[in-house]
Nanobody, 121 residues
Framework: QVQLVESGGGLVQPGGSLRLSCAAS????????VAWRRQAPGSQRELVAA???????TYADSVKGRFTISKDNAKNTWYLQMNNLTPDDTAVYYCDIRLGSVWYRLSTTTWGQGTQVTVSS
């Protein structure tokens, strides 16, 4: 079993910042990548950012230059620093982990609550 617990969401004004955290536990010894995904109301889930192989980062075009993904290997925790937030960033944010070649959350039908980020004045 794998447990992923997101935290750090909230309500923020446009231009503000938030830092999301994801704590992983359980059978994660084959972890090869971590990611953040989000789902806005009425939209499909999208990849926001990922760290592949421990060093390579990738970002959605919409967040490049504003969001930064990082990881604390010792704590099995990864983060998403979100700056200069806009209303378009409003969504439920989920973290994900790739075990071997399989993304855990993508391979399941239940994603849990995630953490809500609302950007509004």
């Amino acid at each position: 079993q794998v447990q992923l617990v997101e935290s750090g969401g909230g309500l923020v004004q446009p231009g503000g910042s938030l830092r999301l955290s994801c704590a992983a536990s359980g059978r994660i010894f084959s972890m090869s990548a971590v990611a953040w995904r989000r789902q806005a109301p009425g939209s499909q889930r999208e990849l926001v950012a990922a760290i592949i192989g421990g060093t390579k980062t990738t970002y959605a075009d919409s967040v490049k230059g504003r969001f930064t993904i990082s990881k604390d290997n010792a704590k099995n925790t990864w983060y998403l620093q979100m700056n200069n937030l806009t209303p378009d960033d409003t969504a439920v944010y989920y973290c994900d982990i790739r075990l071997g070649s399989v993304w855990y959350r993508l391979s399941t039908t239940t994603w849990g609550q995630g953490t809500q980020v609302t950007v509004s004045s």
